[in-house]
């Protein structure tokens, strides 16, 4: 008889099955693992040990970890990356490194309601604990992502009116913005909740210091430093200690950009209230017969399904039995249907339109759907402390909107009226002592900021005052910097080692690390070609004199409260004439023109035009990008890596500029000895870029220390259907607005002068 058992279950099928047996009164010593996640135990040693026998990163060695349950060290495979896995599986449970599931021949596997069993384990037990339902589902489909959060909101409230145990009461697969809307509702109406998701440690502002510590001082001081935090930073500091103490020192005193990327990827788990609603993934549901209320039942986010960039490819995957991504999203599929048929108290939600009309989520389901519309409609009753103060509003609306007048509406007016506000979605100003204090902490405008407050006001106050904008690094901003970096270093040494400091750098993005020096080698390919084609344009322009990465922090006038900050990528000059032109490298394909400029659009430029104008006598001719990336606006398109831009129409000076016409796009020189270039303009337009460039920083100014930020998107003009002030904007979750609903605003005084 077996002695031993292994029982392979999804997540909730083994939180089911504990329940049940609990409720039996059953006591069995089993063994729970889930089929899709590693079997082989990892110890923290791994990244360090990776890196130094093999060189490998964190981030490409932990994507190692799956396959090392499917090779077989003692067997030969016909293909590279699968025996130089084979090679590191071996020295690494040579070393203890990492120890495979142990299974003799008196352990007994069970397969639980059809989980994942691997393809080298033989199965002795098959088990069906959840039972589908027959009853219908309800199925509520409101018009978007808002009015979906009011129909789960209006669902947890008539659940604790009709007295279901809070505990008992589950949201399932709110995304960031649903969680961040249905909390300011349930905090307004005293209901309770925890969230599950971790949090990063990196969240926390005392890990900076942390971080510092390590980075500028060592090991040893920043483990000093972890225990002095015990009192004041108890989660941080417990967490880092028991990371600690489970790595070696060697290694850590070795490889301190391991053990900091390691560090960085600790999370906390959140503080949780005793009696209060949950919000849970698919993963952690438990009690079926407990009440969940699911949202964004859409094909495009549920179930999340598994994105094919593994290590391995499927030809290489079925080598080893390894399932491909295909067949793990089909498993998906049909065991979250098993799971959701089998809830007893099941509700679904869907927003009807996201960007475009969402589809309902394919999942072979056996029950049928109670289909509801849901709008959201003014309740009569509410959590709010005070129900009257509630039906004044109602009242109040019903007597100014529609003329009915209600018996008791005189008397909750005489006692409401002054102490009522009428509601609007529009962020509705800052105080002024708050706006004090912000301007107080760091006051600086740049041409993008002033941009960005013309594009619209409440997003520059959000990104820039409230600092909350959540950019996220990537590896366009990755190989900008390096090109930055690399050519302002090669303007002063041409044989600068751009390829070997490339190579050094360890700030790449940690999400996509593995890739490294995959891009590595497209950058340094892409910096041998644009090096060359600047190289050649110094040799043979007149502008000789070169200033590369130009800072400046200045205010026009000793009076103003802001400082004027940037540094200008590079200034060419000619000496001999007295001119000069500015330079802005950008990654991808960027155009300037005056029309542009004068919508309030690329003030770049033009800003630092006005900057280096001011401290400069020297007379302007041109105002240029250079594209310096290989990325493509068009499938079709080769990139254009000369300069883009307006230059003075002057003959000479052009020459001077690009005697040959090969630098500058759609400069044509013409036999009669003129030039044809429809981007050039006049001096009086150079002379008007700085005038309204400074009209255009004074009236910035002004509007900012007014405090004056409404949500007032540009609706004129669109891309794909939405304002571009909104394409690339971070706070659509607190702004509420629906551009179309919006009134276009007149045009402010771009070119009026304020001074």
């Not at 292994?6 to 083994?14: A, L, M």
């Not at 959060?149 to 913005?177: C, P, Q």
């Not at 079709?636 to 883009?644: A, I, V």
């Amino acid at each position: 008889m077996k002695s031993t058992s292994i029982v392979f279950s999804e997540p909730y099928v083994k939180n089911h099955y504990l329940l049940k047996l609990r409720k039996e009164r059953k006591l069995v010593a089993y063994k729970y693992l889930n089929g899709l996640m590693p079997l082989t135990k990892v110890n923290n040693q791994y990244p360090f040990f990776i890196y130094e026998r093999y060189g490998i990163e964190n981030d490409l060695a932990k994507r190692f970890i799956p396959y090392f349950d499917y090779i077989d060290i003692h067997k030969d495979y016909d293909d590279e990356h699968i025996e130089k896995m084979k090679d590191i599986k071996k020295a690494l449970v040579e070393e203890k490194i990492i120890q495979p599931l142990q299974i003799t021949p008196s352990t007994q596997i069970i397969q639980l309601d059809h989980s994942v069993v691997p393809p080298f384990l033989d199965v002795d037990q098959s088990m069906v604990s959840m039972v589908s339902q027959e009853s219908a589902i309800d199925f509520y489909h409101a018009p978007d992502a808002s009015e979906q959060v009011y129909a789960v909101f209006e669902a947890i409230v008539e659940k604790l009116e009709k007295g279901i145990n809070i505990n008992h009461i589950k949201v399932v697969h709110a995304n960031k913005d649903d969680r961040y809307q249905l909390s300011k509702l349930m905090d307004d109406a005293g209901v309770t909740y925890n969230f599950h998701q971790p949090l990063s440690i990196r969240q926390y502002p005392i890990y900076k210091s942390i971080q510092s510590t390590f980075i500028e001082e060592g090991l040893d001081p920043v483990k000093s430093l972890i225990i002095s935090l015990k009192d004041r930073h108890p989660r941080v500091s417990e967490k880092l200690i028991t990371f600690f103490n489970q790595i070696d020192d060697g290694y850590g005193q070795k490889y301190p950009q391991i053990l900091l990327k390691e560090m960085n990827k600790l999370t906390i788990a959140s503080p949780r209230l005793k009696d209060a609603i949950e919000f849970i993934d698919i993963q952690e549901v438990g009690d079926v017969n407990h009440h969940y209320l699911l949202m964004n039942y859409i094909d495009e986010r549920f179930p999340v399904m598994t994105i094919d960039n593994d290590y391995l490819l499927n030809k290489q995957k079925e080598m080893i039995d390894y399932p491909t991504s295909e067949v793990i999203n089909q498993y998906r599929l049909n065991h979250v249907a098993h799971l959701l048929d089998a809830l007893v108290h099941l509700r679904l939600f869907r927003p009807v339109k996201l960007i475009d009309e969402t589809r309902i989520s394919q999942l072979p389901l056996k029950r049928s759907f109670n289909h509801h519309d849901y709008a959201y409609k003014t309740q009569s009753v509410s959590y709010l402390p005070n129900h009257d103060f509630l039906r004044y509003g109602i009242l109040r609306e019903l007597a100014e909107n529609y003329h009915v007048i209600e018996t008791d509406y005189p008397r909750l007016k005489s006692h409401y009226q002054g102490l009522n506000k009428s509601f609007t979605h529009q962020f509705s100003g800052i105080d002024p002592k708050d706006l004090n204090t912000l301007l107080n902490r760091k006051y600086s405008l740049t041409g993008s900021k002033i941009e960005k407050l013309k594009l619209c006001p409440f997003q520059y106050f959000m990104a820039h005052l409230m600092m909350m904008d959540d950019f996220k690094d990537n590896h366009y901003i990755y190989f900008g910097n390096q090109i930055h970096h690399a050519l302002e270093k090669l303007m002063v040494d041409p044989n600068y080692d751009y390829v070997s400091a490339i190579n050094k750098v360890d700030d790449f993005p940690e999400d996509i690390a593995y890739k490294k020096s995959v891009f590595n080698d497209i950058l340094i390919d892409n910096l041998h070609m644009i090096k060359d084609l600047i190289f050649e344009f110094h040799k043979e322009t007149a502008y000789k004199k070169i200033l590369t990465e130009y800072a400046f922090s200045k205010k026009l006038s000793p009076d103003d409260r802001f400082l004027l900050t940037g540094i200008i990528d590079k200034i060419m000059i000619d000496e001999t004439t007295g001119h000069f032109m500015i330079v802005d490298y950008k990654y991808s394909k960027k155009v300037f023109s005056l029309d542009a400029f004068k919508k309030g659009r690329k003030l770049q430029l033009p800003f630092y035009l006005l900057m280096f104008g001011e401290k400069h006598k020297l007379q302007p001719t041109g105002l240029f990008y250079r594209q310096t990336g290989m990325e493509k606006s068009k499938a079709y398109e080769t990139p254009d890596f000369r300069l883009n831009g307006v230059f003075l129409d002057d003959l000479d000076l052009m020459k001077r500029l690009d005697p040959d016409g090969k630098h500058i796009q759609a400069l044509r020189y013409t036999r009669n000895g003129m030039f044809n270039y429809r981007k050039k303009i006049s001096k009086d337009d150079f002379d008007f870029m700085r005038s309204q460039m400074k009209a255009m920083i004074y009236q910035a100014a002004d509007r900012i220390e007014h405090g004056d930020f409404k949500i007032e998107p540009i609706l004129t003009e669109q891309i794909n259907k939405q304002s571009i002030s909104c394409q690339y904007c971070s706070f659509a979750h607190v702004c509420y607005s629906k551009n179309t609903h919006l009134e276009e605003v007149e045009d402010d005084e771009v070119y009026s002068e304020s001074r």
